[in-house]
């Protein structure tokens, strides 16, 4: 389904509450709420509402584990990395654990991160196909999502959970998840805001598939919900506007 939003601040406004609703529902529920960060600074506003009240105080912040969809393998203290990000203007706010917060550990090879990153899933979900609860996705103007990059050897991974990428520009690496396992939330949510994602974001919601699909395509959760939160600029060029709930 897709939400259209009249800006930016609207689209974060009800991606929080979103959030916010799941995991008290979730929690409710089935005692632990695994949420999976994206990056990138779309979702920099959600997590800041995230962080503050009346949200701050709605939600069950004992029982929420924060996951990476991806991670920039740069200093720990690099304003690129997803991580702090996500530490500055979410995690550092909150009455969260240390072992709630499972990120992308870069310090070593980018590979031993990703091996890393995998042992630390199958900890968590006890060796069970990893599902989480809300997978947070944004859209980058080439069509990527997490880190899984246009031509990357990552898109046709079926087996592994994570993987290394490297865009030929960038000076790192990154490690992602693979489509599969994010295809496997319970709730997948794009968060797409600002015109420069209106084509993009038109080729992929009205079904362009040449001349190969965009990573963002192999985005179709198993047997979960997929949401697309987008605001008008980023809307510019979809056709079927039936399709909207508009806000
Ligand atoms: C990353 C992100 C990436 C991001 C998109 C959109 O590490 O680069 O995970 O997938 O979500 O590139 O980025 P913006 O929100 O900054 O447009």
Known sequence: MIKLFKDGEALARDAAELIAEQARLTVESCGRFSLLLAGGETPRRCYQLLAQEPLLDSVPWHAVHFFWGDERCVGTDDPRSNALMAQNELLQQLPVQPEQIHPIRCGQSPQQAAD??????????????????????????????ASLLPGSAALAESGRWSAVTRRPEEDFSRVTLTAPIINQAALILFLVAGSGKAPVLGDILNGATIPHPYPAQLICPTSGELLWFVDQDAAAMLIERALFSAV
């Open 116 to 145: 890393a990153y995998q042992a630390e899933l199958v900890k968590y979900f006890a060796g069970n196909p990893p599902r989480f609860d809300l997978a947070l996705l944004g859209l980058g103007d080439d069509g990527h999502t």
